[in-house]
């Protein structure tokens, strides 16, 4: 009798992220405007979201909880709001190396900042017409997530763009790390690998954890 073969850290988050992105997707119309507004209030309760001058957001795609309440939310409070540009690693050419090893710098966000599709089709400000932000300025980093867990865990995409990134930062300041997504994206235990950025929050649009 052969021995089970175990499965592995990457086919389980594979099969993760299909089931995840299918529950995201399904929310739609008020469901998922009001799941945005409440996701909203709650960010704002939070001590290092009232406490930060820059704040790195992102643009919902693919079912992600709109982040656009959060956007105006931040402007009102007059803060300053940049967004992630993947730019590739120093010396690396071709869209291979990007998606595979490109990190992140981010941009400055202000309402009539132009944008254009980046190489995930995601708007991203445009280069020149936007300030970048140092990572070891960003006070508060918003970031999308596909899964998460009651450990602080969280499942991506699976391009590694912002575990780089943040590995990458070396001995300089790191933002304060928060995920937002839909209630339904909480699992019971996530997959773990060894370059897996956690979190030190997660908002909801039913609940807030902390870590």
Not at 48 to 72: H, K, N, Y
Not at 137 to 164: E, S
Request: with cysteine; charged share 20%; proline share 8%.
């Amino acid at each position: 009798m052969s021995a089970l073969v175990p499965t592995s850290t990457w086919q389980q988050k594979r099969a993760l992220r299909r089931e995840l992105r299918a529950a995201r997707r399904a929310i739609t119309g008020g469901a998922a405007r009001s799941a945005a507004r409440c996701m909203t209030r709650r960010m704002q309760r939070l001590g290092a979201w009232q406490r930060a001058r820059v704040v790195a957001l992102f643009m919902a795609s693919d079912g992600e909880i709109d982040t656009r309440p959060l956007r105006q939310a931040a402007w009102a409070a007059g803060k300053t709001v940049c967004l992630p540009v993947i730019r590739p690693q120093t010396g690396q050419g071709g869209r291979r190396a990007l998606l595979e090893r490109g990190e992140l710098v981010f941009r400055v966000l202000q309402p009539r900042t132009p944008l254009r599709p980046g190489p995930l089709g995601i708007p991203e400000p445009i280069r020149g017409a936007s300030a970048a932000i140092p990572l070891n300025r960003v006070d508060l980093l918003v970031m999308p997530l596909v899964g998460f867990d009651p450990a602080g865990h969280r499942l991506g995409m699976g391009a590694g763009f912002y575990d780089r990134t943040l590995a990458g930062r070396g001995r300089f300041r790191s933002p304060w790390r928060v995920g937002v997504a839909h209630a339904v994206q909480q699992v019971a235990a996530l997959p773990v690998d060894p370059w897996d950025q956690p979190l030190q929050a997660c908002v909801t649009d039913r609940k807030i954890w902390t870590w």
